[in-house]
């Protein structure tokens, strides 16, 4: 069965600084999806992931995938209060078809 | 764009009833996906289709029935709704079985 883990699930931050939201996943995989939802709305897609080493990049949000690892990275570079949502990272599994399977989401809020 | 519609925003129904959930997309999608959010759960696949009048059970199909009669609607059924599942229930489709999907804007039900 796959899983997916992020971390951290809550992270509140300042306006200006850095960080990265970490994605973790059990098994073979070589396509991951970064997701944003804001509240009371719906998912947004950010980034499809396609292979190892892959690196995405929009404005402030850079994710990046280690197939060999199992780790996918989002990384904010100087967060505005925009960013605050939260963002979800699912796998497709190799044998899983079309079937994502989702981490549990990482809230963000970013602070003035 | 895509667009990906439901037929409600909020709904509130007894425990007993009969619900339906409609979704319609408008990109010709093969793939339709119906989903569960709930608060430190993340997203949870109830089924899906890869083509009308096909379905797949997902991770938490008990209590939950689908019908595909054509491509661009997929509805979800509670045969007789409880309060365990109140819940966000969202929509999504993906042009085919690999590609990124696109999710519509939920429906909040409450089951009383």
């Known amino acids: 069965e796959l899983k997916v883990e992020q971390n951290p699930l809550f992270l509140s931050m300042q306006e200006g600084k850095n960080y990265t939201i970490y994605c973790n996943y059990s098994t073979t995989s070589d396509r991951l999806y970064w997701y944003r939802q804001d509240p009371g709305k719906s998912l947004e897609s950010l980034f499809v992931?396609?292979?190892?080493?892959a690196v995405k990049q929009e404005g402030r949000l850079m994710a990046s995938l280690d197939t060999k690892a199992r780790l996918s990275t989002l990384h904010i570079t100087a967060a505005v209060h925009d960013l605050s949502a939260t963002y979800f990272c699912?796998?497709?599994?190799?044998?899983?078809?079309?079937?994502?399977?989702f981490g549990e989401g990482t809230q963000l809020t970013v602070n003035p | 764009d895509v667009k990906v519609t439901q037929s409600s925003r909020y709904l509130v129904k007894r425990t007993g009833e009969k619900v339906f959930l409609e979704c319609v997309q408008d990109m010709d999608h093969e793939n339709m996906f119906w989903y569960r959010q709930d608060p430190g759960l993340g997203l949870r696949l109830i089924y899906f289709?890869?083509?009308?009048?096909?379905?797949e059970k997902g991770d938490i199909p008990e209590g939950y029935s689908v019908s595909r009669e054509k491509k661009e609607r997929f509805s979800l059924i509670l045969e007789s709704a409880s309060t365990n599942q109140t819940s966000m229930y969202l929509c999504a489709s993906s042009l085919t079985a690999r590609d990124t999907q696109y999710f519509g804007p939920g429906t909040r039900l409450t089951v009383l």
């Open positions: 289709s890869y083509d009308v009048k096909m379905k």
């Open positions: 992931l396609l292979s190892n080493g």
């Open positions: 699912a796998v497709d599994g190799e044998t899983s078809g079309s079937r994502l399977t």
